[in-house]
């Protein structure tokens, strides 16, 4: 097995692209690839302040890797869960990554600073844990962004994640999902630009670009994700990737470039409902936000209305 660019012996082979690599023209194609996500889909500007959401594991702390690498100037973000013992590794794994790349880390904690955990929180809101947990995350990284005056949030969604998630979407036919579905949504109606730079590498992948960068991850699974039915999908294209190579980068690609677009009027029809919500100020078509009826569900303190910043920090 030998390296397809310099012919050296491979440590890696990767079959959608039928090549195989050797360390250092692994590391070169996962920045190429990385850089050719944030080109072809307008992600992120130099001077842009990004904010990436860092969970401990190996996709973010690769991203977080990656765009530094690439010379971006990029803060971490690790948001604290209240999963017992899971957190407090993910969150060593954040922290001693921050201090190896003496990068920033901003660090939100939802027991202390919103008075609920993950797992007490989803059970008093009668939420499936994964469903309490996406929604608080989607809140915490949008506010910490404009509180901190970044102009996007990168998260580590792989091509494997990016997949199942259309997988999930089109088995049910979730068409308003779908018309959001993509890899770089704009700001806009108090959002902040949110990117997923990794939709062109997949999981695989960042395990091994972690393993060959020296990049401690945590690699147990969050406890809670029994069950998910995300895991299923995975199981399901995995499955069919054996026997197909580049199934899923197909079935991803093709979606972004033949399909989304006749989903898009859903999407927008929704957008244009928003509202900030009376009680933090967050865009909203209900009366008052998902999140703030979870924390107080949940027993939690209300959140205080988002402090915009007036510029960088
Ligand atoms: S952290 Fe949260 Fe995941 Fe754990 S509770 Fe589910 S969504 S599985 S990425
Ligand atoms: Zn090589
Ligand atoms: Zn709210």
């Given at each position: 097995m030998r390296c397809r660019v310099c012919r050296q012996p491979a440590v890696i082979d990767i079959r959608r692209h039928n090549a195989n690599f050797c360390t250092e023209h692994f590391l070169k194609l996962c920045r190429d690839q990385v850089a050719k996500a944030i080109g072809e889909f307008d992600m992120?500007?130099?001077?842009d302040r990004v904010l990436v959401a860092v969970s401990g594991g190996k996709d973010s702390l690769a991203l977080w890797d990656l765009l530094l690498d690439l010379g971006y100037q990029v803060d971490g973000l690790y948001l604290g869960l209240g999963i017992g013992d899971y957190s407090h590794a993910s969150r060593d794994h954040a922290r001693a990554f921050a201090q190896q790349r003496q990068a920033k880390l901003v660090e939100v904690d939802l027991p202390t600073d919103y008075g609920y955990d993950i797992p007490t929180g989803a059970k008093a809101a009668r939420r499936v844990p994964c469903s309490a947990c996406g929604l608080s995350k989607r809140h915490l990284f949008d506010r910490a962004a404009l509180e901190g005056g970044y102009d996007v949030v990168a998260t580590g969604h792989n091509l494997d994640d990016e997949a199942a998630v259309l997988f999930g979407n089109v088995l049910r036919w979730h068409t308003e999902y779908l018309g959001r579905q993509l890899p770089v949504l704009p700001a806009a109606n108090g959002f902040p630009r949110k990117v997923k730079p990794l939709v062109r590498l997949g999981e695989r992948e960042m395990a091994a670009y972690c393993v060959m960068r020296g990049i401690d991850y945590i690699v147990e699974e969050c406890p809670m994700a029994v069950g998910n039915k995300h895991l299923g999908y995975k199981d399901a294209l995995n499955a069919i990737e054996v026997t197909s190579p580049g199934s899923k980068h197909d079935f991803y690609f093709g979606f972004l470039s033949r399909a989304a677009e006749r989903f898009r009027s859903q999407a927008t029809a929704e957008q244009a409902e928003l509202h900030p919500c009376p009680s933090c100020g967050a865009p909203t078509t209900a009366d008052t936000c998902a999140f703030c009826r979870l924390v107080v569900r949940a027993g939690g303190q209300a959140p205080v209305p988002v402090q915009l910043s007036t510029g960088p920090r």
């Open positions: 992120i500007d130099p001077s």
